[in-house]
């Protein structure tokens, strides 16, 4: 059996197999980062014509192209439709990004921790990972400088707004500081912003792209986290350079997006309703993201740190007293608790041990106590036996 | 700018340009494998359950991968629904193929001609790509059998049914052949079949998956040109050492595909209203075919052959009087009149010199007299020029 090199560093997915461990009714789950069943909009589709059952443009519907374009341009980001490639989810920007740069030790540079799923598929085309260090309102400046200054890699991934896992959103000085940076060593941004739009106390994060005076770049964000994830509608935008090439490899991975998801985001995208479905969508994340807060502070006071996240999925808790948080599982699942441990999310996960991401956005708020108070059990426990 | 060494091999695609090109509504076109508009069934969304918005699984929707088990089965493919991986048309299927097999320099082993799209994305990942010739009914055995001798392909490319561009279908004995081959020499088939339900004459043509003894294999087939390509749904059935490899890498492709494409495809295939249609688009396509084909004698019969197709949606002449028919583009489309040059179905285009691909799902029949006769026109001003 003659497979590719690469194959040989695709992992089995600790995500996938969590997830499906987590599918039994009774557990209590924070591992996922689904949106709540109750927040997805009830969609209409007796109005879509059949055309579209035709095949379409690898680009995209052009509709869709020209509302995205015109959201980007309200954020701040300078681009017109042509620069709009609709995807088949924003994961799948990161496989054309992958194809795009990454060779077998092609040096790339994340923040750490980082999406894990990203982490993946640029393991798997050879990337060689450096990272950097996060603090509380973005990068430590001064390593990421250190690190530009050594390497030269082929591009840079952030998601700057409510990450996935910290929940860090850059501030407003470390946006316009990481986009001068880019430009003075002529770094390409990756930008990923899928949870931009779930944020609890409204405050401007105007995207770094939108900054960038040379630099090539990449934005992509998604419908999955605000409308349905079941239609796989994502986009990205890029700049002119870099358009040609990625819309060959997307015709290359799927020939387009499908269209009857595409119809449906254009129903929305940019729409009052989606305002209003947005505004509601954010009140009932804060609630749940404020109820969650209250009973981490009951059960993990003593056990954990954390920033209250404002915005986005999850909670990023660092245990007091680190160990490797991916020996909890199998206790965490035999007591119907499942949770995402922290260390996968690190390109060199030994040295990050002892952190937690949960999700506070899908647990029933019923169990909401019963969970937590069985997770830092689970936790209380290894670190008794570990002090033993 | 450092792109991968992969983008060195990015070509533009020439029938994404004629496609562009054919886009004038005054342009009769032969170039696209577009269904035609007319037959697109009217689906129905209504009853579609407001719960497949929420994320799915990376396998697919398990109803479906039941039903297309079944169908699959019934064509003599042995097979579970675990074994089914839904995928985002089967252009993916190559995609993940590539990623599984091609590292720069694998070699693999291609029919001559074959499929665009997947050279284009074999060639992308950097393959080796040796070639075979066809014959009006398969391979021809002796030079396929020199080749598995000589080399040692990752895998063997097939399209056995209906090829696009060939229109070639493998006999039984052929079929039979092959697969002999392929379990002698421990070679995985990939087998494309796209065009199997498009059949005019009804006669058999089991998959040669089906037949394998031992030797690994990826199944793969489509909704697109049988129900709605729009919908972007597509399927691989695989043989068990491959498909836990083939769903991790289509989880870092795109997580999974589209749920509301996934959910419409679910109510046609193995139904008896799935049947209905068939058989009518079978009797539209079979009208164009038999009209296409006294058209062409009309037009053509002094200046090419061709085999009459059994299926599929395409002619594949021969030029008596070889030449390149790429130059003959430009003429063509100043005459509004739209083709596909024989050349790029070659991984050595310059070797392959005087074929056309035709297709006649798409063009209207009050137009198709007056294209072929320009069409032919050009042909016969090209060779008069190359003799003069």
């Known amino acids: ?66 509302a995205l374009a015109a959201q980007a341009r309200a954020l701040g980001l300078e681009c017109q439709a042509s620069q709009v490639l609709v ?40 990337a060689d990972c450096l990272t950097f260090a996060q603090e509380a309102d973005g990068p430590n400046l001064a390593q990421l400088r250190q690190r530009l200054e050594q390497h030269r890699p082929a591009f840079i991934y952030l998601i700057p707004t409510f990450q996935n896992p910290s929940a860090v959103r850059y501030s407003e000085a470390k946006r316009a500081a990481v986009a001068a940076l880019l430009d003075e060593f002529g770094v390409t941004l990756i930008e990923d912003e899928p949870y931009r739009e779930l944020t609890f106390d409204g405050a401007s994060a105007k995207p770094i792209a939108g900054r960038l005076q040379s630099a090539s770049w990449i934005y992509t964000g ?96 660092t245990l007091k007293q680190p160990l490797d948080t991916r020996t909890l599982l199998n206790d965490a699942l035999a007591n119907d608790v499942a949770f995402m441990p922290g260390e996968p999310f690190f390109p060199d996960p030994d040295n990050h041990l002892g952190h937690l991401r949960l999700n506070f956005s899908h647990i029933d708020l019923a169990r909401l106590d019963e969970g937590l108070k069985r997770l830092a059990a689970v936790v209380r426990k290894a670190q008794l036996d570990e002090a033993a």
């Open 1 to 66: 059996m003659a497979f590719s090199e690469r194959v040989t560093r695709l992992k089995s997915s600790l995500i996938r197999e969590i997830l499906a461990a987590a599918q039994r009714p009774e557990v209590m789950s924070f591992a996922g980062g689904l949106p709540a069943e109750a927040m997805l909009p009830k969609v209409e589709w007796a109005d879509m014509p059949l055309s579209l059952g035709q095949y379409g443009m690898s680009e995209g519907e052009p509709a869709l192209r020209e």
């Open 87 to 126: 995807v088949s989810g924003s994961q799948q920007t990161l496989d054309l990004a992958a194809k795009l740069y990454i060779d077998k030790g092609t040096e790339i540079l994340l923040e750490a921790p980082t999406y894990l799923a990203a982490l993946q598929i640029f393991q798997l085309f050879g």
């Open 222 to 317: 998604t419908v999955s986290k605000t409308l349905l994830p079941g239609l796989r509608v994502g986009y990205l935008i890029a700049s002119p350079d870099l358009f040609p090439h990625l819309l060959k490899l997307k015709q290359s991975a799927d020939l387009h997006t499908n269209r009857i998801g595409q119809w449906q985001a254009l129903q929305w995208v940019g729409s009052d309703k989606y305002q209003q479905h947005l505004s509601e969508l954010r009140g009932f994340y804060r609630q749940r993201r404020d109820a969650f807060q209250a009973t981490l502070e009951k059960h993990f006071a003593d056990l954990a740190e954390w920033e209250m996240p404002q915005g986005g999925l999850f909670f990023w808790l």
